[in-house]
């Protein structure tokens, strides 16, 4: 039997839900939730903001350390590092933030691949970590820096990697930084490279590069891809390369930035920002070869209290019909709160006043507060219900042997495989370990 696993952001089927044995479910369902889980064990991190992923017992973490970008493989178990590997890194953010990853890495096969911040690709092999091919992608598409660097994880798709690139014409380099409206795309958005030699496949999409990741959905009979680039969401053939159609989705203000990852339901896709357009409901159709987009809701622009979601860096949970999800795009003006996918109704609100990611796990929900507390919410529409609080933002134990504490900024999601739970704050993830029926 595989090892229970978490390969890529937001799990492989994009839903932000950990995968379950029977031992894990019936242990979840019958824990007295106030008992605070055990620390399996506990690493010190470098600069960056997002959780790597789990495969074959092992947790890869993707961060900056000492001015180079690295990549560790550690022992599922017992948090030991089984390898190491680095390379350079030349970064300077516009704002102050880190220089480590944003995004999370993506395993497929023997293979994992990361996204830097600064733009390399990079393909390695997962049981030794050696290096197979290193793409500068910034470099070769003449990438204008975006505000806080690249945020985008890389999708597999047979033999390709397709990446978020959104590159520009060489003339735009001398462009000031952070005027982002007035560089030209080049039909960029999206490049595949091949998976075992990292020769470009393909490119596609006249747009800038957002910090959301690529993913797949079914449109009729066809696999495509599905993107929200800076000013439109796209959909892709993976095989051919080409644009089968797109939609405008971003606020008329520069510093607005797209983040989240389309939810997507059957037909129906969903996305959000925080700054003036809240959240909408498409329905995506095949129309002779192509797709047509047709509206179901849409919130009011520029009516931030009348709008039903906001989100901003976390992706929405859906199940059975509603969203759970984080709104705003600050603390002042954030809460958790519980969406109707089909109407946009706002079911419930709660957690005012901090930003806010979840997964899910069974019929439960990790929600980890951006200052390090983990809420355990139950999924259900009718109300919030919350069942405990960890205080992770707080040692737990002797003080220095059990459980060190996580702190702010945590904006990753908590991923989930098997019997484990890690969580990330600034300098710190931990593996927490969840209860299992005998």
Not at 144 to 150: C, P
Not at 266 to 287: H, M, N, T
């Amino acid at each position: 039997m595989a090892a229970p696993s978490w390969p890529r952001f937001l799990n492989t089927d994009f839903s932000g839900t950990a995968k379950m044995s029977v031992s894990v479910a019936d242990g979840v369902a019958n824990w007295p939730w106030g008992d605070p889980p055990q620390c399996r064990w506990s690493l010190s991190v470098g600069e960056g903001y997002g959780l790597g992923v789990i495969d074959r017992g092992a947790y890869f973490h993707f961060d900056a350390h000492e001015g180079k970008e690295r990549l560790r493989r550690i022992d599922m178990q017992n948090g030991q590092v089984l390898w190491s590997q680095q390379n350079e890194l030349n970064y300077r953010d516009l704002y102050g933030y880190e220089s480590g990853a944003r995004c999370s890495p993506t395993i497929d096969g023997d293979q994992i691949f990361t996204l830097g911040v600064a733009g390399a690709l990079t393909a390695r092999d997962v049981e030794t970590g050696a290096q197979q091919w290193r793409i500068e992608t910034n470099q070769r598409y003449h990438v204008v820096q975006n505000f806080f660097g690249v945020g985008s994880a890389p999708l597999v798709n047979g033999d390709a990697v397709i990446v978020m690139i959104g590159g520009s014409p060489i003339a735009d380099q001398a462009i000031a930084p952070g005027r982002l409206d007035r560089v030209s795309p080049n039909g960029s958005l999206l490049i595949a490279f091949h998976r075992n030699t990292g020769e470009e496949l393909w490119r596609c999409g006249d747009d800038l590069a957002s910090y959301s990741s690529p993913r797949t959905m079914q449109i009729g009979d066809r696999k495509c891809v599905l993107v929200l680039g800076r000013e439109f969401l796209h959909v892709i053939d993976p095989v051919e390369g080409k644009s089968l159609g797109n939609v405008r989705y971003r606020a008329d203000i520069l510093e607005s930035v797209n983040a989240m990852v389309p939810v997507v339901s059957g037909q129906r896709v969903l996305v959000s920002d925080c700054y003036d357009l809240g959240a909408s409901l498409f329905e995506i159709k095949p129309d002779r070869g192509e797709a047509a987009f047709r509206s179901v809701w849409r919130d009011p622009e520029g009516r931030r209290r009348d709008q039903s979601l906001r989100s901003h860096m976390s992706t929405p949970v859906l199940h059975q019909g509603f969203l759970y999800a984080c709104s705003g795009r600050n603390a002042p003006d954030s809460d958790f709160r519980c969406v109707d996918f089909a109407t946009g109704k706002v079911q419930w609100t709660a957690m005012e006043r901090r930003r806010s990611a979840a997964t899910r796990l069974g019929e439960v929900l990790l929600v980890l507060k951006e200052t390090g507390t983990l809420h355990v919410v139950r999924c259900t529409p009718e109300r919030f219900d919350e069942i405990a609080v960890w205080n992770l933002d707080e040692a737990s134990g002797d003080g220095s042997a059990d459980r060190p504490a996580i702190r702010y900024p945590c904006w990753a999601a908590p991923i989930i495989a098997g019997d484990s739970v890690l969580v990330r704050g600034d300098e710190t993830v931990l593996c927490l370990k969840l209860p299992t029926s005998s």
